[in-house]
């Protein structure tokens, strides 16, 4: 049993890339004893405590191991009637002993409460549910995939804010100010199926904005849309080995119709590749059917069991996939380009987000691919994302599907592919990139409300304010709009509201303005005020999108060239991982050599090799020594 609960617990570290170091030592029964004979400090080691409330449910309390918890104390902490669970429940729940309860609350299905003086060390230690041995993991990896609910043992705990608000700062815990964050502006809520969320109409709306500015970018270039099936037969979901390979654990089935077992399995598409080259060996016979460029708007299912993050990486997600066919390479290599521009500009443009655009290496390109390029961004929590790829397929799948045409000269040729996509994760990048302490703050270009005018209403006034009001909604019918003339909030919380909710402009209006003809403009990236006249309304508006939009990509630009360092030694390299850098360094291209990077690093993987980084490849690599083949980024990544 207990070996069963160390290898559930290390897998899952594994799966979701978490670097840890395992000290083994004699059986140990108390912290005291764990910090002895593991030679490490009392106070960095994860006590975790299973409790019982009133109403039977199970909570998870982690605190340092030099500490001890007061029952009383905590029940008030938490305002729970709190009992420690007894060695049966902990069993039952844990699947362990006592005295080896791991920090783990997602793998016994509770919610884990964490009391902050841990994260004083940056390391913090663990029995992964055996007595012989402790685990060491970083407390940034530890936050990230629990997701604990940060206490105070010793302070008295403040009283909740009203629901409204945030009651966590970005910096204090990311994770969790994120979750209130998509949650409290109603952008996305959790649902009953595990890591599937709903899209709200208010990131719903952003979506659709991004589909409107890629679709027709699309379309000029000469893409088409069309449909393909949500279902892929087993036996042409791998036909292609390398496409399918690592992957196929994460595909959900469809294995019945109501009580009657199906001939075939049918997955549920994980991408649409194999069912649209299906189709494309038919309708490709000639040179003139070519290029074949068709792009698809649907839903995918990718079943992973790594931690869920609304929008980053969920079990479905929306995205665009295009699919695309060449008679020639030249072609072909010209389109992957071409589309990395357009994610580029998507995300420039709309999402005001810096990319770093660039070639995968071998060990991080899609297995079917010739070669990946893609987009790479530097959040805020200093780790690294794709935002989005697009691929060179080569020849691969023609040979697998036998896509075959006749060129000109009547010989059988095999063409060219490319597949690229952007998804909803482009969201969370943004939510995640410009957020702050109130909330989001969304860019003008895809802020589903561009502009609140928020009236400042007196019984004597109100009338007049409110026709006004009305008069400058009117007047900014080139922007959306929203008109908050609600009697029964305040100016002060409707304020909050519009900040917890990104909305980038904010116009209040009350009696003295409307004496003056002026109204006031006040900016969510910057909080500055700008009296207007009414006149020039418009024009301001339109100027101070703009600088919105200019000032939150230089924001992130800025942040991103802080956070980007060159590695000329391993050691170096190491201490800049460690200060979770973007670092560019040489490297010799070879997988084994990124995945030892990876394992010493504690998750430090390649983003991609920048097409403007230096050509001259002169040195070692960073880590093996062997010759280098590139400069490429490393950094923690999501
Ligand atoms: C890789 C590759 C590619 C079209 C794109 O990145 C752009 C749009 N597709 C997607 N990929 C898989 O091929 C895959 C396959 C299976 Cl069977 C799976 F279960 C999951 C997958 N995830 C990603």
């Known amino acids: 049993m207990v070996k069963l609960m160390e290898k559930k617990i290390i897998d899952f570290l594994e799966k979701n890339e978490i670097g840890i170091k395992i000290i083994e030592h004699e059986r140990i029964e108390t912290c005291k004893e764990q910090a002895k004979k593991a030679k490490v400090s009392q106070n960095a080691i994860a006590k975790s405590l299973l409790f019982k409330t009133k109403d039977n449910k199970f909570i998870l309390v982690v605190g340092p191991g030099d500490k001890s918890v007061n029952k009383k104390k905590l029940s008030k902490i ?233 929008f980053l990486r969920t079990r479905e997600f929306l995205w665009h996939e295009g699919h695309t066919v060449f008679a020639t390479k030249k072609e072909a290599d010209q389109e992957v380009i071409d589309i990395l521009n357009l994610y580029e500009d998507c995300f420039k443009e709309l999402y005001a987000i810096p990319v770093i655009k660039g070639k995968k290496s071998n060990k991080e390109k899609f297995a079917g691919a010739d070669y990946t390029t893609s987009v790479e961004i530097f959040l805020p929590n200093n780790k690294a994302i794709q935002g989005a790829t697009s691929h060179a397929l080569g020849q691969n799948f023609a040979k697998s599907f036998d896509i075959i ?123 500055e005020k700008i009296f207007v006249k009414i006149k020039d309304l418009k024009e301001q508006v339109r100027t101070i999108s703009n600088k919105i939009h200019e000032n939150l990509y230089n924001k992130a630009k800025k942040f991103m060239e802080k956070n980007q360092v060159t590695a000329e030694t391993w050691e170096e390299f190491k201490q800049y991982a460690r200060d979770r850098k973007m670092i560019k360094a040489l490297h010799c291209g070879k997988e084994e050599c990124e995945d030892w990077i990876k394992h010493k690093t504690t998750g430090v993987k390649t983003l991609n090799i920048p097409f403007d980084s230096p050509k001259n490849v002169k040195g070692k690599c960073i880590h093996c020594d062997k010759k280098a083949k590139y400069w490429i980024n490393f950094a923690k990544s999501y």
């Open 78 to 310: 938490l305002d729970k009637d709190l009992e420690l669970a007894t060695a049966n429940e902990v069993k039952d729940i844990a699947d362990c002993n006592p005295g080896a309860v791991y920090p783990f609350g997602n793998l016994m299905n509770t919610k884990t409460y964490l009391d902050k003086s841990l994260l004083k060390s940056k390391k913090i230690y663990f029995s992964p549910g055996s007595h012989k041995k402790t685990i060491e993991i970083s407390n940034e990896d530890y936050i990230d995939l629990v997701n604990p609910e940060i206490i105070e043992f010793e302070k008295k705990q403040k009283k909740k804010e009203s629901t409204l608000g945030l009651n966590v700062t970005r910096e204090e815990n990311f994770s969790e100010w994120y979750t209130q964050v998509i949650q409290k502006s109603e952008m996305a809520d959790y649902t009953q199926v595990s890591g599937c969320i709903v899209f709200r109409p208010y990131s719903y709306r952003i979506w659709e904005k991004v589909q409107e500015y890629v679709d027709k970018r699309l379309k000029e270039m000469g893409v088409k849309n069309a449909y393909f099936p949500l279902f892929i037969p087993e036996k042409l979901l791998v036909k292609e080995q390398d496409h399918v390979e690592g992957f196929s654990p994460e595909v959900a089935w469809v294995t019945h119709a109501g009580n009657s077992k199906l001939n075939e399995k049918l997955a549920v598409r994980p991408t649409s590749e194999t069912i649209m080259y299906d189709s494309y060996k038919k309708w490709i016979r000639s040179y003139r059917d070519l290029p074949l460029r068709l792009n698809q708007w649907n839903n995918v299912v990718r079943w992973e069991f790594k931690y869920a993050v609304p």
């Open 405 to 527: 045409f006749l060129d000109e000269n009547s010989k059988k040729r095999y063409p060219w592919q490319n597949s690229w996509a952007i998804t909803t994760r482009s969201i969370g990048i943004m939510i995640m990139m410009h957020g702050d302490d109130k909330g989001l703050v969304i860019p003008p270009r895809v802020a589903p409300i561009q502009v609140v005018i928020v009236p400042i209403l007196f019984e004597k006034t109100k009338k007049q304010v409110l026709k006004k009001a009305e008069e400058i909604k009117e007047l900014l019918d080139e922007f959306s709009v929203e008109l908050d003339d609600r009697e029964d909030y305040t100016p002060g919380w409707k304020f909050n509201e519009w900040e917890l909710k990104g909305v980038p402009i904010r116009i209040e209006i009350g009696p003295r303005d409307l004496k003056k003809n002026q109204a006031v403009i006040v900016r969510r990236d910057t909080g």
